[in-house]
């Protein structure tokens, strides 16, 4: 249960980061921090439970990109958490996604998916003291 927590965290982080840093990402959160939580909370549950399915079933891709196939699937996924946030009425966009698909809301996906990766990343390296091995 602790690692779903620190997951929403590290994600909420990542996001808010990536609201700052790509433009396409609209976010109009304003003293609602529980919407950021929320998409943080729906960015884990994919991240935890689809994603893994995904990445086997894409993994002959993978393979033939060297690797960089990896990134349009987390920038799919992202693209899924809006649509998600967008349903349950959060105002989470990407590039005007949803409801239009362009190619500015998919380069905004991939963009906002290094960021959150990297944020991840980087609060993974600092959270890795915590655990204590027996």
Known sequence: MSDLIV??????????VAIQLVPQIKFAFGEDWWKLVV????????NSYLK???KILSFPITLMTMGLFAFVLNAVLLLLVAFVSD???????????????????FVGALLGS???S???????M????????F
């Not at 965290?9 to 996001?15: M, Q």
């Open 39 to 46: 998409v943080a909370v729906i960015l884990a549950l994919v």
């Open 126 to 133: 600092v959270n890795s003291g915590r655990r204590i091995a």
């Open 114 to 116: 290094i960021v959150i």
């Open 52 to 54: 893994p399915i995904l």
């Open 87 to 105: 349903v349950m009425g959060l105002g989470f966009t990407i590039g005007g996604f949803p409801p239009n698909f362009t190619s500015d809301s």
């Open 7 to 16: 997951k929403v965290i590290v994600n909420a982080v990542g996001v808010f």
């Open 118 to 124: 990297v944020v991840a990343t980087l609060l993974g």
